[in-house]
């Protein structure tokens, strides 16, 4: 039997979440043997290749190409499940979620101390995804089936929770690997 | 002692003093009741409504209801798990509460309330509503995006401290702390040594210079429920 696939995805991230996957050590080539890599960051696959058994969605929705690729996850995965707190709440990116989408985009493109911008434009090439007006939590968006708190979430609870999926067990997590922060 | 009451929560026999109220009699015995706003030092408040419990199969605040003799009182079901856990959540989506740079992280009751309850993720969508930070004080800073209305602060300068510096203002959403001035924070009497800054459960009232000063690993809640010191009386009575 075919193993099956993970893959992951990083939106209004900062890739820490898959650094914390990194972070399950010599656990890592326990994973290899239970499950192949799909679509992901990390061998660089653009394209789903199958049905994906479990996705792991990484940062919030804060614009167009987020949502497609969001879409496209749900589309293709069994499992989605939002990790990290970026994907959950939106994180440091929805800082900015309080303040009007003019006033961010004047003071990073033309207002901010340090900007250097003679054109005098913000950028709106429409190779650039358009900008959402704030970031949205995943589950937002689409339906996501899981969420793993932290930031980023620890790799015993990454491990524990992917293994308790991949083997339809019921997640039983401990108390210290819950944490929002 | 023939003034004891006796009652029973979750089928435990407890044991009152008149006038106690079921929250402090279940304290004293080593019976944890999720709670907010009441704090062990201020007058029954009653405003979270964390501590609901079902007394005689009605549902009661546990930190305002007296203990009364042959009182049933139920706290840890899936009911009761389920309303403290929406309370909570929607207190998470009402304010912004980013955990990862809050310096309270870790020592905040509200989050430890969270993973006690077993929440991972609020059900409910996020309000982002803009609030201030009045950072005018030279050694406080309050910020209304974490601050949860429990009224800590408020009780705490007029019970504790005799200043009266905290107040309420609005209503329902609207609904903010403000303070015994005409401008800021730094226009009032507030000290830094306060009980009112001290009290408050969430990161709301902070004192500057203060940072991240606990590592991750040793602050209160990272490895031990919120309540545990309760829960722990019971234990050693035995």
Same mark, same amino acid.
């Given at each position: ?120 434009? &913000? ?6 995804? #358009? ?8 589950? =937002? !968006?689409? %339906?996501? +089936? ?11 609870? &990454? ?6 999926? #991949? ?8 108390? =210290? !690997?819950? %944490?929002? +922060? | ?238």
């Amino acid at each position: 039997m075919a193993k099956p696939k993970i893959a992951t995805a990083s939106l209004a991230g900062c890739f820490g979440c898959h650094m914390s996957l990194l972070d399950i050590d010599d656990r890592i080539l326990k994973l290899v043997e239970l499950v192949d890599f799909d679509k992901s960051p990390v061998d660089d696959i653009k394209k789903f290749t199958g049905r994906i058994t479990v996705g792991l969605i990484e940062g919030g929705c804060c614009n167009e190409e987020n949502v497609h690729n969001l879409q496209y996850f749900r589309e293709n995965c069994d499992i989605l499940v939002s990790l990290g707190e970026c994907a959950i709440m939106g994180g440091i990116p929805a800082m900015r979620n309080t303040i009007p989408l003019k006033e961010c985009l004047d003071e990073a493109y033309l207002n901010g101390p340090t900007v250097y911008n003679p054109s005098g434009k &913000i950028p709106g090439d429409k190779d650039l995804p #358009l900008i959402l007006d704030k970031v949205y939590p995943c589950h =937002e !968006v689409v %339906k996501m +089936d899981y969420h793993l708190p932290g930031c980023p979430p620890s790799a015993d609870l &990454i491990w524990q929770a992917l293994v308790a999926l #991949l083997e339809n067990k019921p997640m039983d997590l401990p108390y =210290e !690997v819950i %944490k929002y +922060d | 002692m023939s003034d004891k009451i006796k009652f029973t929560i979750d089928g435990v026999e407890i044991e009152a003093t008149p006038g106690q109220t079921i929250m402090q009699a279940a304290d004293e015995a080593g019976v944890y009741i999720p709670r907010l706003c009441a704090h062990k030092d201020l007058l029954p408040f009653g405003s979270c409504r964390v501590c609901t419990v079902m007394v005689n199969d009605r549902p009661q605040a546990a930190c305002t209801q007296p203990a009364s003799q042959g009182m049933y009182v139920e706290s840890e079901t899936e009911e009761l798990r389920q309303i403290r856990t929406n309370l909570v959540e929607m207190l998470f989506v009402e304010g912004n509460h980013y955990c990862p740079f809050c310096e309270k992280s870790g020592n905040c009751e509200l989050q430890a309330l969270g993973y006690r309850l077993g929440m991972l993720a609020p059900k409910y969508p996020y309000m982002f509503n803009k609030h201030d930070v009045d950072a005018s004080h030279p050694d406080i800073y309050i910020d209304h995006n974490r601050c949860i209305l429990c009224a800590r602060c408020v009780r705490s300068s007029k019970e504790l401290d005799g200043k009266n510096v905290f107040q309420f203002v609005g209503r329902g959403i609207h609904k903010k702390i403000a303070f015994n001035s005409d401008t800021n924070l730094a226009a009032t009497n507030v000290s830094v040594t306060d009980k009112a800054i001290e009290n408050c459960p969430v990161g709301a009232i902070l004192t500057k210079g203060v940072g991240y000063a606990v590592p991750i690993g040793k602050r209160m809640y990272d490895s031990q429920p919120i309540g545990s010191d309760i829960e722990a009386r019971k234990a050693t009575e035995k």
